[in-house]
């Protein structure tokens, strides 16, 4: 069954939804004009509950259907990213320094495609919850929300979201069971020595040289430590120190990011990291404190609820175009939260050639926007049939 064709009558007005939030960018938890277009078009659709201020600004809204059943829950985030966008269309980003490189703005509109369509048919039994998730990139707004009691308080009992992705065939669906993104964690190292004259190196506690020997020992961390089948990505990103060209300076600071699914290995990275800080501290006698964060967990898609969501999904796009054993990333996903509340699905929705998620030139592919609205029906319509 290709795009629903209710759906497809309004595609257009998803569109303009679509191009008015990337216009208008909002960062972290901060979403609340985004929320608040979100909430005017949820009351021009006549869904039955509209609950605002949930994890800062996050909404969930509840749409009943025909007679008792279950509460499904389907999420989009709503944050932007930190950056200037250099598309030049009509419909960028008018927010200097951010811009929506990451497609949430499409989220949000197959979100609401959904909603409308739901609100006017209502061919399902029980409660779909439509989750408005704000700080996906930064700040863990999934994990405010559940933390707020969102998966008890409106009776979730499976919860399902989808990402767009670049490179991949128009309007296809990859998924996976089990592990499909990352967790994710963060490391700074701050290196405190005795700086002075660059030539005469002797009267100084040099803190370049141990960063440097710092960066090279963390290396030995995936190539040594860990079983080479567990998946781990160990990236130092950032190294700031000194000023000049004749100044040792007085400290350093090392920046990074860690990912990996599985809890032993975040737990040995943490220590062989601390215990490598100790020691390079030790042999260039300088003072080396360690921060380590942990941070998303991995995203963990249920066995069950992936074989349900790939079955609406061969029904939209057709068996071809679906791809059941995609396998995992190392990119990371807070909706990692809820999926360790309630078993569900994550899924990619491909939106053909163009620039990458996190780029400055990328747009998402409004063409598909029609297919992840009636992928979030049709899952609903599937999962809870009307009582008769």
């Keep these: 069954m290709p795009v629903l064709n209710r759906i497809a009558d309004f595609a257009d007005q998803m569109t303009a939804w679509r191009r008015h939030l990337h216009q208008h960018p909002e960062l972290g938890f901060d979403c609340h004009m985004t929320a608040a277009f979100v909430a005017a078009r949820l009351r021009e659709f006549g869904v039955d509950q509209i609950h605002e201020g949930i994890g800062r600004s996050g909404i969930v809204a509840i749409i009943e259907g025909r007679g008792d059943g279950p509460t499904i829950g389907l999420r989009a985030d709503m944050d932007a990213l930190p950056m200037d966008e250099t598309t030049g269309l009509p419909h960028a980003s008018q927010v200097a320094g951010r811009m929506h490189a990451c497609g949430h703005d499409g989220h949000m509109t197959m979100l609401l495609g959904a909603a409308k369509y739901l609100a006017e048919t209502r061919n399902f039994g029980g409660r779909v919850a439509l989750i408005f998730q704000p700080a ?228 998402f592919n409004d063409e598909i926007a029609p297919v992840g609205a009636s992928f979030f029906a049709r899952l609903v319509e599937r999962a809870q049939p009307p009582a008769r």
């Excluded at 009691?149 to 669906?173: C, K, L």
């Excluded at 990352?182 to 190292?189: H, T």
């Excluded at 002075?196 to 020992?217: E, K, N, R």
């Excluded at 078993?343 to 491909?350: A, E, K, Q, S, T």
């Design 136 to 363: 996906e990139e930064d700040g863990g707004g999934g994990d405010a929300m559940v933390r707020e009691g969102m998966m008890d308080r409106f009776g979730i009992s499976r919860v399902f979201a989808m990402h767009n992705s670049p490179g991949q065939e128009t309007g296809s669906f990859q998924t996976t069971p089990g592990p499909i993104m990352a967790a994710v964690d963060r490391f700074d190292i701050h290196v405190k020595g005795q700086g002075g004259h660059g030539a005469m190196p002797h009267l100084t506690a040099d803190p370049v040289v141990a960063a440097v020997a710092i960066v090279s020992a963390i290396q030995t961390i995936s190539s040594r430590n860990h079983y080479a089948l567990d998946d781990l990505a160990l990236s130092v990103t950032q190294i700031h120190t000194g000023s000049a060209d004749n100044v040792v300076p007085d400290g350093a600071w090392i920046c990074g990011t860690v990912r990996s699914f599985e809890p032993h290995v975040r737990d040995m990275v943490r220590r062989r990291m601390a215990q490598i800080c100790d020691g390079q501290g030790a042999a260039y006698d300088v003072s080396v404190t360690l921060d380590y964060q942990q941070g998303y967990p991995a995203t963990v898609n249920d066995p069950r609820e992936t074989d349900f969501a790939v079955a609406v999904a061969r029904e939209i796009a057709g068996e071809a175009r679906v791809i059941a054993d995609a396998g995992r990333e190392m990119g990371a996903e807070d909706f990692s939260y809820m999926l360790n509340a309630r078993p569900g699905c994550y899924l990619f929705l491909g939106q053909g050639e163009g620039p990458g998620v996190h780029n400055p030139g990328y747009d």
